[in-house]
């Protein structure tokens, strides 16, 4: 996930949550619509500005498990590395 997708996603969880104590939503159906309400919002609001779709973004190369292995081989070798001088 891209930093673009990202922030729109924080933006609708926090305006969904804001909005679920604002209106002091206690049942899980009224939850679940107002999570809908603001998706939907979240997405016009993106299609208005012209904005690229979360679908139509570019997906990165590597996943996130990817990445971390990678990381902790380094991790690995450069340890290996430093206990061997």
Known sequence: MGS??????LFRI???QSKITREDIKNKELASFAHFT???EVREAIMRLG???PEDL?????GIIELE???????K???????DE
């Open 77 to 83: 070798e450069k340890n290996k590395i430093m206990l």
């Open 4 to 9: 673009e997708e990202m922030i729109a996603n």
């Open 51 to 53: 904005g690229v779709m």
């Open 14 to 16: 926090s305006q969904t």
């Open 38 to 40: 603001v998706g939907k």
């Open 58 to 62: 570019p997906t990165p190369k590597k």
């Open 69 to 75: 292995k990678e990381a902790i081989k380094k991790l």
